[in-house]
């Protein structure tokens, strides 16, 4: 079982940053592939970034050259740098872990941080 704990959220205006932090029970962090998620009101969870286990990296068109995802493992922590922020990001945004063995894989969720942006 893993488990995860997302913090930073909060209220910015619109150009501003901030950066959500999600902290990963286990001592097998470094072997979870990690990515983040969001979900506006009234919509979908929509993915946002991804980091594999090696440190690839991959993101949503609507992020990219904006959000930087980022691990370290030695806190079990991943992280997701927001800049040049948009009212349209404003969600709750959501922690996934993935772990695999063998063919198998499961995937874990926390319990989100809400980012509103101003305009």
């Known amino acids: 079982q893993v488990q995860l704990v997302e913090s930073g959220g909060g209220l910015v205006q619109a150009g501003g940053s901030l950066r959500l932090s999600c902290a990963a029970s286990g001592r097998t962090f470094s072997s979870y592939a990690m990515a983040w998620f969001r979900q506006a009101p009234g919509k979908g969870r929509d993915f946002v970034a991804t980091?594999?286990?090696?440190?690839?990296?991959y993101y949503a068109d609507s992020v990219k050259g904006r959000f930087t995802i980022s691990r370290d493992n030695a806190k079990n922590t991943v992280y997701l740098q927001m800049n040049s922020l948009k009212p349209e990001d404003t969600a709750v945004y959501y922690c996934?872990?993935?772990?695999?063995?063998?063919?198998?894989?499961?995937?874990?969720w926390g319990q989100g941080t809400q980012v509103t942006v101003s305009s």
């Open positions: 980091i594999s286990r090696n440190g690839d990296t």
């Open positions: 996934r872990a993935r772990t695999t063995i063998g063919t198998m894989s499961t995937d874990y």
